[in-house]
């Protein structure tokens, strides 16, 4: 892949129906989000998103391009099959299409599908116990926490109908001994879920630097609590222009 090919892409804003360059700017956007939280892994770990319609095609990321680099005309369309369907000088990661795929061909409302190798992330799925109820974060998280075990890199198809068993009706994950992935009918629940968890994997790395006998369980009863307070979602939707008002500040032209 050359090095300036970003540079010489053309923007396929108006070329692409609306709803697919919507679902490419939103996209883009979350590259750029985590790029920015530096949650990012050079080139590696991947996004994804379903564009509207019966054909099940989606978006993903160029394999080659940092995620601070990605826009919305450098995303990657393709099918379940993983075969590209625009020119393009980018090519995927197979890794990528082997997650993501199985859960968009399962999951009619996963529409955005995040997964991600952050260190806190990583360092809480390779816990025995898992996330743990250490944090209000965490409460709200768990609810809807799945797990699925190590399998290596994920280049075998026939993990995609373990993983989609895993996962069931929820909409994050702990990929045990790999990283964190986050589901969403939109990109902002996407985001924020994703927010959430990699939050309460940070504070339960910090809190057990005490170590494991001198940590605070929230009692069961605030776990319950939370979990009714929360069942009808968490806020993305209100959050969502706040950080693309963040990105147009600090990482402008995600959205050409």
């Known amino acids: ?18 709803e697919e360059w919507q679902a490419r700017v939103d996209l883009a956007a979350l590259y750029r989000l985590v790029a920015l939280h530096g949650w990012d892994d050079l080139i590696y770990t991947h996004i994804s ?9 989606f978006l ?3 394999y080659g391009m940092l995620f601070e680099e990605i826009t919305a005309s450098s995303l990657v369309k393709i099918d379940l099959e993983g075969n590209i369907l625009q020119e393009t000088p980018y090519f995927i990661n197979p890794a990528g299409f082997t997650i993501h ?4 061909d ?5 529409r955005f599908v995040m997964h991600l190798h952050s260190d806190q992330g990583v360092a809480v799925a390779a816990q025995k116990e898992g996330l743990l109820p250490l944090s209000q974060h965490a409460l709200i998280v768990l609810p809807r926490l799945a797990y699925h075990d190590y399998e290596g890199i994920a280049l075998n198809l026939d993990e995609r109908e373990r993983l989609v068993a895993d996962i069931g009706d929820k909409t994050l994950m702990l990929l045990r001994n790999h990283g964190t992935l986050s589901v969403g009918e939109t990109a902002a629940d996407c985001w924020v879920g ?3 968890l990699e939050r309460a994997c940070k504070q339960q790395v910090m809190a057990l630097s ?3 006998d001198n940590v605070l369980f929230a009692p069961e009863a605030s776990q319950n609590e939370v979990k009714a307070q929360v069942a009808r979602g968490i806020g993305g939707k209100l959050a969502w222009p706040g950080c693309l008002r963040r990105l147009d500040r600090q990482m402008p032209g995600y959205d050409g």
């Open 1 to 18: 892949m050359p090095d300036d090919s970003a540079a010489k892409l053309t923007s396929l804003k108006g070329k692409v129906s609306a």
């Open 49 to 57: 998103a379903r564009i509207p319609g019966p054909e099940h095609h």
């Open 60 to 62: 993903i990321n160029p």
């Open 101 to 104: 795929s199985a859960i968009h």
């Open 106 to 110: 399962a999951r009619e409302d996963a």
């Open 194 to 196: 994703m927010f959430y």
């Open 210 to 212: 005490a170590g494991r």
